[in-house]
């Protein structure tokens, strides 16, 4: 049976980490769960170390440096065929997740894209500049790389554990979303997408990812196009 590593970044996500982890114990998969909580300073801390998650459950702390800096940490300790990120916020469904893994398992994927763009799922409607940026980021991927994403920012990606350790990612904040898509582009893997439904947060339910980190992921497409 193929075996699942779930990265679980948290950052001050009290309302919702607990819920996330329940539903990923309740997949009926054989897994671990990474969850790397950097300096949260709400009730995060005392949700996760009230679960006793078992043998597959690890939880990494450090200073705070950002999605990326968290995903990286984690990176070291997979014991997954596949690795899938998920994020801590509720916006993306753990029972999508056996769906999403599946072109890695049948050995048709490298890597899957869950994406919020290509129709078919439920997906919150709201925040006309977000769905324009993301457009404009996946279209910028697309003519960069030769390839036809919907989502390249999108939070659910999966993937041969082997092909995620091999990225070599540098990236510590929201820059890591580009860094991995281009990353995997640029390598030529066989990269899969698949519908999937997106639960949407406001700024005022802590969404966190800013314009600012829209304006770095050009740049990050750009740069590893033409240069690492
Ligand atoms: N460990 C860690 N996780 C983070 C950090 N910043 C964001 N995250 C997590 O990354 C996920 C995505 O963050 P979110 O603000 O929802 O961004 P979006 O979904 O890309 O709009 C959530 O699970 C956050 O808790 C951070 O500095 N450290
Ligand atoms: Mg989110």
Known sequence: ?????????????????????????????????????????????S????????????VIRQENRGKGAAIRAAIPHLDGDIAVIQDADLEYDPAEVPELIEPIRRGAADVVFGSRLSGGRPQRAYLFWHLVGNRFLSLLTNVLYNTTLSDMETGYKAFRTDVLRSLD????????????????????????ELPISYYGRSYAEGKKITWRDGLKAVLVLVRVRFTD
């Open 1 to 45: 049976m193929t075996r699942v590593s779930f990265i679980v970044p948290v950052y001050n996500e009290a309302a919702t980490i607990g819920e996330v982890l329940e539903r990923v114990a309740a997949l009926d998969l054989d897994k671990q769960v990474v969850v790397v909580d950097d300096g949260s300073t709400d009730e995060t801390p």
């Open 47 to 58: 949700v996760i170390a009230g679960r006793n998650g078992g043998d597959g459950f690890r």
């Open 169 to 192: 990612l540098r990236e510590d904040d929201f820059a890591i979303e580009p860094e991995i898509t281009a990353k995997v582009c640029k390598r030529k893997l066989r990269v899969y």
